[in-house]
Protein backbone atom coordinates (compact mmCIF):
# COMPACT_ATOMS: atom_id res chain seq x y z
CA UNK A 1 0.00 0.00 0.00
CA UNK A 2 1.10 3.75 -0.41
CA UNK A 3 2.26 5.42 2.29
CA UNK A 4 0.23 8.85 2.69
CA UNK A 5 1.65 11.58 1.21
CA UNK A 6 1.71 15.31 2.99
CA UNK A 7 2.55 17.86 0.63
CA UNK A 8 1.44 18.53 -3.21
CA UNK A 9 5.15 17.84 -3.89
CA UNK A 10 4.59 14.05 -2.92
CA UNK A 11 1.80 13.56 -5.54
CA UNK A 12 2.53 13.19 -9.21
CA UNK A 13 1.30 15.20 -11.95
CA UNK A 14 -1.30 12.63 -12.93
CA UNK A 15 -2.72 12.64 -9.25
CA UNK A 16 -2.89 15.72 -9.28
CA UNK A 17 -4.87 16.42 -12.53
CA UNK A 18 -6.55 12.80 -11.92
CA UNK A 19 -7.96 13.88 -8.34
CA UNK A 20 -8.14 17.92 -8.82
CA UNK A 21 -11.89 17.94 -8.47
CA UNK A 22 -11.64 15.93 -4.99
CA UNK A 23 -8.77 18.00 -3.93
CA UNK A 24 -10.48 21.42 -4.67
CA UNK A 25 -13.15 19.83 -2.19
CA UNK A 26 -12.26 21.60 1.18
CA UNK A 27 -13.61 18.40 3.19
CA UNK A 28 -10.87 16.40 0.99
CA UNK A 29 -7.93 18.28 -0.03
CA UNK A 30 -4.68 16.49 -0.30
CA UNK A 31 -4.91 15.08 2.84
CA UNK A 32 -8.08 13.18 2.28
CA UNK A 33 -7.31 12.05 -0.76
CA UNK A 34 -4.12 10.62 0.31
CA UNK A 35 -6.56 8.79 2.98
CA UNK A 36 -8.19 6.87 0.35
CA UNK A 37 -5.10 5.94 -1.29
CA UNK A 38 -4.36 4.13 1.69
CA UNK A 39 -7.74 2.75 2.01
CA UNK A 40 -8.60 -1.13 1.54
CA UNK A 41 -12.85 -1.48 0.62
CA UNK A 42 -14.24 -5.16 -0.38
CA UNK A 43 -16.98 -4.70 -2.79
CA UNK A 44 -19.60 -7.54 -2.56
CA UNK A 45 -21.56 -8.00 -5.04
CA UNK A 46 -21.16 -6.98 -9.18
CA UNK A 47 -24.94 -6.58 -10.41
CA UNK A 48 -27.09 -3.52 -10.01
CA UNK A 49 -25.62 -2.19 -7.63
CA UNK A 50 -21.78 -2.98 -7.77
CA UNK A 51 -21.26 -2.09 -11.12
CA UNK A 52 -21.66 1.97 -10.34
CA UNK A 53 -20.12 1.46 -6.77
CA UNK A 54 -16.90 -0.26 -8.72
CA UNK A 55 -16.30 2.79 -10.84
CA UNK A 56 -16.79 5.27 -8.61
CA UNK A 57 -14.62 3.36 -5.72
CA UNK A 58 -11.63 2.90 -9.10
CA UNK A 59 -12.10 6.42 -9.83
CA UNK A 60 -11.80 8.20 -6.44
CA UNK A 61 -8.70 6.44 -6.06
CA UNK A 62 -9.60 4.25 -3.36
CA UNK A 63 -6.01 2.70 -3.06
CA UNK A 64 -6.86 -1.66 -3.05
CA UNK A 65 -10.24 -2.94 -3.46
CA UNK A 66 -11.12 -6.38 -3.34
CA UNK A 67 -14.58 -7.01 -5.76
CA UNK A 68 -15.94 -10.84 -4.75
CA UNK A 69 -18.87 -12.00 -7.17
CA UNK A 70 -18.94 -16.21 -8.73
CA UNK A 71 -21.46 -14.96 -11.28
CA UNK A 72 -21.16 -14.77 -15.11
CA UNK A 73 -22.74 -11.60 -17.15
CA UNK A 74 -25.72 -13.09 -18.20
CA UNK A 75 -28.10 -10.66 -21.26
CA UNK A 76 -30.52 -10.19 -18.32
CA UNK A 77 -28.01 -8.19 -16.44
CA UNK A 78 -27.45 -5.30 -19.42
CA UNK A 79 -30.65 -3.95 -18.65
CA UNK A 80 -28.95 -2.13 -15.46
CA UNK A 81 -25.71 -3.38 -14.72
CA UNK A 82 -23.46 -0.69 -16.52
CA UNK A 83 -20.40 -2.45 -16.50
CA UNK A 84 -20.85 -5.47 -18.94
CA UNK A 85 -21.86 -5.06 -22.85
CA UNK A 86 -23.16 -7.57 -24.77
CA UNK A 87 -19.40 -9.09 -25.65
CA UNK A 88 -19.07 -9.53 -22.00
CA UNK A 89 -22.06 -12.51 -22.16
CA UNK A 90 -21.06 -15.64 -20.40
CA UNK A 91 -17.63 -14.16 -19.16
CA UNK A 92 -17.25 -13.95 -15.07
CA UNK A 93 -18.20 -10.26 -13.90
CA UNK A 94 -14.98 -9.97 -11.59
CA UNK A 95 -12.77 -10.64 -14.78
CA UNK A 96 -15.11 -7.97 -16.54
CA UNK A 97 -15.05 -5.36 -13.71
CA UNK A 98 -11.27 -5.81 -13.13
CA UNK A 99 -10.08 -5.24 -16.78
CA UNK A 100 -12.82 -2.04 -17.10
CA UNK A 101 -11.63 -0.48 -12.97
CA UNK A 102 -7.94 -0.79 -14.04
CA UNK A 103 -8.82 0.75 -17.44
CA UNK A 104 -10.22 3.69 -15.71
CA UNK A 105 -7.67 3.91 -13.12
CA UNK A 106 -4.54 1.77 -13.47
CA UNK A 107 -2.87 3.25 -10.57
CA UNK A 108 -5.05 1.45 -7.87
CA UNK A 109 -4.47 -2.33 -6.55
CA UNK A 110 -7.45 -4.56 -7.63
CA UNK A 111 -8.38 -7.97 -6.03
CA UNK A 112 -10.64 -10.21 -7.42
CA UNK A 113 -12.10 -13.27 -5.84
CA UNK A 114 -14.93 -15.51 -7.65
CA UNK A 115 -16.79 -17.06 -4.76
CA UNK A 116 -19.66 -16.39 -3.11
CA UNK A 117 -19.88 -15.26 0.53
CA UNK A 118 -20.91 -18.54 2.75
CA UNK A 119 -20.34 -19.13 6.04
CA UNK A 120 -17.71 -21.76 5.39
CA UNK A 121 -15.69 -18.31 3.37
CA UNK A 122 -12.54 -17.62 5.78
CA UNK A 123 -13.48 -15.22 8.07
CA UNK A 124 -10.07 -13.89 8.52
CA UNK A 125 -9.66 -11.93 5.23
CA UNK A 126 -12.14 -9.27 6.31
CA UNK A 127 -9.44 -7.88 8.82
CA UNK A 128 -7.81 -6.73 5.99
CA UNK A 129 -10.34 -4.61 4.78
CA UNK A 130 -11.24 -0.71 6.16
CA UNK A 131 -15.14 -1.05 5.10
CA UNK A 132 -17.28 -3.20 3.27
CA UNK A 133 -19.62 -2.62 1.02
CA UNK A 134 -22.81 -4.85 0.11
CA UNK A 135 -24.48 -4.91 -2.86
CA UNK A 136 -25.61 -8.51 -2.99
CA UNK A 137 -29.56 -9.27 -4.01
CA UNK A 138 -30.29 -11.86 -0.82
CA UNK A 139 -31.18 -11.64 2.75
CA UNK A 140 -28.73 -14.73 3.43
CA UNK A 141 -25.43 -13.43 2.44
CA UNK A 142 -26.01 -10.01 3.78
CA UNK A 143 -27.08 -11.29 7.60
CA UNK A 144 -23.20 -13.25 6.62
CA UNK A 145 -21.82 -9.84 5.92
CA UNK A 146 -23.33 -8.70 8.84
CA UNK A 147 -21.87 -11.02 11.43
CA UNK A 148 -19.03 -11.16 9.63
CA UNK A 149 -18.30 -7.22 9.91
CA UNK A 150 -19.31 -6.99 13.22
CA UNK A 151 -16.55 -10.26 14.23
CA UNK A 152 -13.86 -7.95 12.44
CA UNK A 153 -15.08 -4.42 13.62
CA UNK A 154 -15.39 -3.13 10.00
CA UNK A 155 -17.95 -0.84 8.65
CA UNK A 156 -20.55 -2.55 6.49
CA UNK A 157 -22.46 -0.19 4.12
CA UNK A 158 -25.98 -1.56 2.77
CA UNK A 159 -28.23 -1.23 -0.21
CA UNK A 160 -31.23 -2.76 -1.77
CA UNK A 161 -32.97 -2.06 -5.01
CA UNK A 162 -36.51 -3.69 -6.05
CA UNK A 163 -39.38 -2.88 -8.43
CA UNK A 164 -39.23 1.26 -8.01
CA UNK A 165 -37.70 1.22 -4.25
CA UNK A 166 -34.65 1.05 -2.94
CA UNK A 167 -32.38 1.73 0.16
CA UNK A 168 -29.26 2.78 2.22
CA UNK A 169 -27.88 2.57 5.21
CA UNK A 170 -24.57 2.42 7.07
CA UNK A 171 -24.01 0.04 9.95
CA UNK A 172 -21.31 0.55 12.12
CA UNK A 173 -20.06 -2.55 13.08
CA UNK A 174 -17.06 -1.32 13.89
CA UNK A 175 -18.59 0.53 16.96
CA UNK A 176 -19.76 -0.38 20.09
CA UNK A 177 -23.16 -0.28 20.94
CA UNK A 178 -24.31 0.54 17.92
CA UNK A 179 -27.52 -1.33 15.98
CA UNK A 180 -26.60 -3.92 13.16
CA UNK A 181 -28.72 -5.24 9.91
CA UNK A 182 -30.17 -8.13 11.91
CA UNK A 183 -31.78 -5.07 14.77
CA UNK A 184 -33.61 -4.00 11.58
CA UNK A 185 -34.34 -6.82 9.51
CA UNK A 186 -34.49 -9.89 12.04
CA UNK A 187 -33.84 -13.73 11.09
CA UNK A 188 -34.50 -13.31 6.99
CA UNK A 189 -31.82 -15.59 5.72
CA UNK A 190 -34.74 -17.93 3.95
CA UNK A 191 -36.32 -15.20 2.34
CA UNK A 192 -35.57 -15.69 -1.50
CA UNK A 193 -37.52 -12.14 -2.72
CA UNK A 194 -35.33 -10.46 -5.71
CA UNK A 195 -35.28 -8.65 -8.42
CA UNK A 196 -35.17 -11.30 -10.88
CA UNK A 197 -38.77 -12.22 -9.53
CA UNK A 198 -40.10 -8.72 -9.20
CA UNK A 199 -38.20 -6.81 -11.71
CA UNK A 200 -36.44 -3.68 -11.08
CA UNK A 201 -35.89 0.02 -12.93
CA UNK A 202 -32.78 -0.17 -14.26
CA UNK A 203 -31.81 3.54 -13.19
CA UNK A 204 -32.84 2.96 -9.75
CA UNK A 205 -29.85 0.61 -9.04
CA UNK A 206 -27.47 3.20 -10.06
CA UNK A 207 -29.53 5.71 -7.25
CA UNK A 208 -28.55 3.38 -4.92
CA UNK A 209 -25.21 2.25 -5.48
CA UNK A 210 -23.90 5.78 -6.09
CA UNK A 211 -25.49 6.66 -2.77
CA UNK A 212 -23.45 3.47 -1.50
CA UNK A 213 -19.82 4.78 -2.72
CA UNK A 214 -20.73 8.56 -1.22
CA UNK A 215 -21.51 7.06 1.90
CA UNK A 216 -18.18 4.55 2.10
CA UNK A 217 -16.15 7.70 0.90
CA UNK A 218 -17.64 9.66 3.78
CA UNK A 219 -17.05 6.86 6.20
CA UNK A 220 -13.63 6.53 5.06
CA UNK A 221 -12.69 10.40 5.22
CA UNK A 222 -15.11 10.75 8.49
CA UNK A 223 -16.74 14.26 6.34
CA UNK A 224 -20.46 15.30 6.70
CA UNK A 225 -23.34 13.08 8.21
CA UNK A 226 -23.51 9.84 6.98
CA UNK A 227 -26.33 7.52 6.95
CA UNK A 228 -24.97 5.76 10.29
CA UNK A 229 -27.83 4.53 12.19
CA UNK A 230 -30.03 5.38 9.86
CA UNK A 231 -32.27 3.76 7.13
CA UNK A 232 -32.39 5.92 3.65
CA UNK A 233 -36.09 4.79 1.91
CA UNK A 234 -35.93 5.57 -1.53
CA UNK A 235 -38.88 5.70 -3.59
CA UNK A 236 -38.44 6.53 -7.78
CA UNK A 237 -42.03 6.23 -8.63
CA UNK A 238 -43.37 9.18 -6.65
CA UNK A 239 -39.96 10.73 -6.23
CA UNK A 240 -40.11 10.24 -2.39
CA UNK A 241 -37.29 9.99 -0.24
CA UNK A 242 -37.34 9.44 3.81
CA UNK A 243 -34.67 8.41 6.58
CA UNK A 244 -35.77 6.79 9.41
CA UNK A 245 -33.65 6.28 12.49
CA UNK A 246 -32.70 2.89 13.39
CA UNK A 247 -32.15 1.71 17.04
CA UNK A 248 -30.15 -1.27 18.65
CA UNK A 249 -32.71 -4.17 19.34
CA UNK A 250 -31.45 -5.29 23.51
CA UNK A 251 -33.12 -8.72 22.25
CA UNK A 252 -30.49 -8.79 18.99
CA UNK A 253 -29.71 -12.50 18.76
CA UNK A 254 -26.28 -11.16 16.64
CA UNK A 255 -24.95 -8.08 17.66
CA UNK A 256 -25.66 -8.75 21.24
CA UNK A 257 -23.13 -11.94 20.96
CA UNK A 258 -19.96 -10.36 19.69
Request: with cysteine; proline share 2%; hydrophobic share 35%.
Amino acid sequence: MRKIKESNADLSDEDLMRYNRHILLPEIDIQGQNLLLNKHVALIGLGGLGCPISYYLASSGIGAITIIDRDEVDITNLQRQILYTSDDLKRRKVDVAYEKMLALNPSINIHKLDNEINRSTDINIFNNFDLVIDATDNFKTRSILNEFTLKTKKPLIMGAAIQMSGQVSVFRNDLEGMPCYNCLYGDLENETTSCSEQGVLSSLTGVVGSIQATEAIKVLLNIGESLESKLLIIDVKFSNYKVIKLTKDGNCKICNHN
